[in-house]
């Protein structure tokens, strides 16, 4: 005999009867773990060794409760809580509507339990190192032998002895099973470099579906509906005599929106009133609209200093200044209208009301230079 | 007739015949799969490969171009794409039926049938989601379909039945490969075993997983084919009632009715079973497997058939008492059209093919001579197939609303996809054929004659 | 055991008086309604019982089952259920004016209800109901009569006559029973309609038939009879419990999943009776008691063959399966009240009329069908 261990004796039987008669007698014969390696699964031979009952069924059914329980909880919180919607006047919370899916995945998260469960964690596969793969009757097993394996399980057993005890019990051959050497592949180095080999993929695989999908979706055909047989905006088309692909508005075409300021011409801007009233959602709305569009020059506080101040020549005016909160609203309607000096025309950029909500919400700030005591509301004095 | 003969007749029927030993089905079974397929088998695969390829070829052009080639408009917006997705769903089931349900009821004929079987139910499946795939127009965004936190911030509606659909047919899918390749892996074992060259047994190694019947590995292995089985037998159930909740659960005459989902689950397995026995009578024609899939086989899976049969005529007898008992006119002009109106002759098809035709079984003769059973089985096929097309096409065509009602006429593409899909399911099979045994050896091992110790009365005896 | 033999016959006569006095107390009190209602409750129930055994024998012969053969006298026996309820069906005949609205001249006026006069009239209705007893008398002559003159003179031909009858029968149960669930239970509510109905209530009747079935072969084993019947015999018992409980709760959800849905006014209103009123509750407790309970207690592969485990959920199942027909046909009458001494004296004078009928029919025959040449085979059947 060579160095090597000894892993099991192996003791082939012809038929399942065979098998199963010697079991009682090697067992008492022989203080070793014993395994029988069969075709096909042959009834009674758990107990005859045995076994503990298999516990898949427990878990199948733990992991069943959990299947059908996450399923009901990812579609109570989806369509209840994160994202409600009505669809078909049906409530959010339908459960009804939420069986069919329960159930698909309480079979799911089971089937798999019960497969997966079987042959990774109790079955220990895949695992093709084991010495039982190796030995010469492996073939007549899977074929239509029986084999009755006592094994050393790390101890040194008496290879002749049990030999002869398999023989006894009806084995038609026996045959020795040594255990491989220690592989390379079981070396802490190995699985070092498994390990570096498995970051590196990750590293490669996340840049490559990195840019597959900025590319991919660019790809023909989806491009979501981007590519269309029209013109562009100011693109040019042959089909008209002018060349130009948009076209101009009939004569006298009236927008349904703006509404035509014609103040300058006729009449005192300085006449017009602030049609507005002077309530919590008009000044909220002004203060937004004046810190997007006025505050960039007039400042935050209208006080006309902020950050660009120093790249103008002229300095934006100081709309708290005392020249300027003399001016009627009409007047300061007119400048946004028109604009003046450097200022341009918010006309396109603000509606009527809007405005107007703007000038409120400078007399709002010209006026917090000056607060009265009836400013603030008996309840805030209190 | 006299007792004794009687009695002789009340005999089980064998499902071996002749005498098989265990090394037998291994020498059987398993040998051809290395060898050089026989001439047949090459022109039968350019045929079909021709198919899929005619078939792949218009959903390439129909992805590039849009739906619009297809057929379908409004009202028929379902056409040939969600009949061939419930066609070839319905395919599958007879596979999860004979796989789970017998072996849970223990008939013993199952196991010559059930490996065949399985495999087709996942080919059917294939063939089924592809549907469904190119119909969103779109196929490369049908991953929106799944529950994931997106910066849309959206969900899918898990009210709707198109959605349980999702889940129900991936689910089917995943477990149905399952529960095949779990059946597998001891036969790869003993191919590994007995491969030839290097690369086939470095694969089957590999796909055995190690496997080496080690008697601690029986045990829950076995344990756990029961209950797959048992979950598989749910998913029979459950399957094919999704993909009728699509129709039943909306207003549309024809579409609402209680009974679509046992109805659907028996047209499934009705259907898949006409499939299984055409496929099994090539099968043991050409692989020379008559001891192993007999006779009995053959006649207790057409016996099915009319069992099944008889059930869809039930279930037409009751639509259409319904239809008239429900005193709404909607539902009686959808009735009545489906056996007078447009499509009259589809309507007609379907109740000679599903219902008249099968009834040829009640004669033994019809059961076991092979021209008698591919006939039947045949018409079963175009039966249900254009039962499917009267449920969608004759209910949508005519709306409620008349100025919309419309015609549908498919195009060559629908044709084509159609033709493909055949071709793929027939391609997988040929496939399938050629690298894995087409008998679950293992599952036959265990019920040969004397294969198990202490089998009391037995009826082997 | 002569003697406490004769107590319980003693007891059930007893019982058969003060139930008969109770129902007569009921129609001359409570009022007609309430007594037709309970009739036809008790009625359904037991005819589904019988039938459901005589539908287990059938199946035994159609698919040529091979382990049910020892336990199938016992089926056998309780299928005179069916013969039973001949004269109770006759009488209930007389409930139609009362009860079906669609036999009222002023509920006619509807145009709905109008169009199904064709098949909903009291001459029809009752040609049908005869000929649904007819049927089932004569099919009970073929399938058990005849069984039992098998155990005498034991001939095989016998078997070979009633396998090839078997598939007929199937078509005449399927049609019949669809005809029980549209005619007897359906039209109380003549608006509603829903096609599945027939197949709902047949898995009811099966669970019914295999219920009654399993707690007859687990008492007799307990009382030292069929002691042949191995734990492989009941599992699959068990097994078939299991199944239909599963198939049972499929149907029902589906119809219900399906009305819901849809929402349309026919349709889901019977629901929507059957729901309000402390009949949600009802409906919650058959969930639990016909599906959930059950289930969970068949589950295990032990307790399918264990006697406790499988008397108690064939006992559940039972009284669920009243329970199902008590809260489907119960709510028609659009009362208040649902439960007081009228269902109880009912429930005592048709329990103990059955017991007393089934324990007639308990002499018949031998335990087992000696006489077929394939008991042999059935009792040596193992797991």
Known sequence: MNNREVFSVLGIFDSAQSLMRAIPEVKSGAAAKLEAYTPYPVHGLDEALGL???????????????????????????????????????????????????FELTVLFAAFTAGLGMLLLLNRLPFFRHPMLAARSMPLITRDKFALAVEAGGKTIDVEEISALLRDSGAASVEVVESPPVHGLASPRFFFRVLIAIAIACCVAGYATYWAMKLFPKAIPMVHMLDQPRLGPQQGNTFFTDGSGMRMPVEGTVSRISIPYTVDEQEDPSAMGNPLPRTAPVLGRGRQLFNDYCSVCHGILGNGETTLTAAYEAKPTNLLSKNIAALTDGSMYHVIMKGKNSMPSYSADLSQDERWAVLHYVRVLQRALDAKDEDVSSAQKE | MKPEAVLEKLKPAPVITGHVRLGDLDDQLLTPVGEKPPLAWFIAFAMTSTATLIGMALIGYTIATGIGVW?????????????????????????????????????????????????????????????????????????????????????????????????????????????????????????????????????????????????????HYEKAYLIIAGLATGLVLSVHSVVSFDFAVSLVPGWHMTIFPPYFVAGAIFAGFAMVVMAMVVVRRTMRLEHLITDYHLEVMNKVILACSCLMGYAYLLEGFTAWYSMNDYI?????????????????????????????????????????MIFVSLSVTVGM?????????????????????????????????????????????????????????????MVLPGSQPHREGGSHE | MTGRERRAGMILVLGCIVGLAGIALTFFVSGMQRFWINWIIWFLFLLTAGLGCLFIVALEHVVGARWSTPLRRIPERLSGLTILMVPVALVALFSLPVLYPWARPEVLRDPMVAGKAVWLNIPFFSLRVVACLVLWALSYWIFVSRSIRQDRHGDPGYTVRVRRFAPLFMAIFGITLTVVAFDWISSLDPLWYSDIFGVYLFAGTFLAGLAVTTLAVLYLRK??????????????????????????????????????????????????????????????????????????????????????????????VLFSHLLDLYWMIYPALKEKSFFGWQELSFAVLFVSAALLWIRRSMKRGEDMPVGDPMLREGLGFRL
Request: hydrophobic share 55%; glycine share 8%; net charge positive.
């Open chain 2, 385 to 445: 197939w254009f039962e499917r097309f009267v449920i969608i096409v004759s209910s949508l065509h005519e709306d409620f609303l008349p100025s919309s009602w419309h015609i549908y006429m498919p195009t060559y593409v629908d044709y084509g996809i159609l033709l493909g899909s055949f071709g793929l399911f027939f391609t997988l099979v040929l496939l399938f054929a050629r690298v894995l045994p087409v008998i679950a050896t293992t599952e036959m091992k």
């Open chain 2, 332 to 372: 009686h002009h959808t009735f009545l059209q489906y056996i007078f109106g447009t499509y009259w002759w589809a309507g007609w098809l379907t109740i000679t093919c599903n219902i008249l035709i099968p009834q040829l079984l009640w004669f033994k003769w019809f059961r076991t001579k092979y021209f008698g």
């Open chain 2, 71 to 219: 057929g379908n408009n409004i009202p028929v917006a379902w056409a040939f794409d969600i009949i061939n997705f419930v066609f070839w769903v319905g395919i599958g089931h007879a596979g999860t039926l004979i796989s789970a349900i017998l072996l849970l009821f223990r008939a013993r004929w199952r196991n010559g049938v059930s490996r065949f079987a399985e495999a087709m139910t996942i080919f059917a499946v294939i063939c089924a989601t592809l549907f469904p795939l190119i119909h969103v127009g779109r196929p490369w965004l049908a991953f929106w379909l799944g529950p994931y936190p997106n910066q849309r911030g959206i969900w899918p509606n898990f009210r709707s039945p198109l959605l349980w659909d999702v889940f129900a047919v991936n689910t089917y899918f995943l477990v149905s490969l399952l529960f095949w390749y779990i059946g597998l892996i001891p036969d790869i074992a003993s191919m590994r075993d007995r491969a030839a060259n290097k690369i086939r047994k470095f694969v089957y190694s590999a796909l055995s997983l190690g496997w080496r019947g080690a008697s601690r590995h029986w045990r």
């Open chain 1, 52 to 102: 503990r009952k298999s516990p898949i069924a427990g878990m199948v059914l733990v992991m069943a409760v959990i299947g059908s329980i996450a399923a009901l909880g990812l579609e109570f919180w989806t369509s209840g809580v994160d994202y409600p919607q009505v669809t078909a006047g049906k409530p959010y919370f339908s459960w009804e509507a939420f069986v069919p899916i329960m």
């Open chain 3, 223 to 316: 009382r030292g009879r069929l002691q042949e019947i191995k734990p492989d015999h009941l599992y699959n018992l068990g097994g078939f419990l299991f199944a239909f409980i599963v198939f049972w709760s499929y149907i029902g959800f589906a119809q219900y999943l399906l009305m819901w849905y849809a929402n349309i006014p026919e349709e889901v209103l019977w629901y929507k009776e059957r729901l309000s009123g402390g009949w949600g509750v009802v409906l919650l407790a058959m969930a639990l008691l016909h599906f959930l309970v059950p289930f969970f207690i068949l589950m295990a592969r032990n307790a399918k063959s264990d006697p406790r485990f499988l008397s108690g959920a064939a006992a559940l």
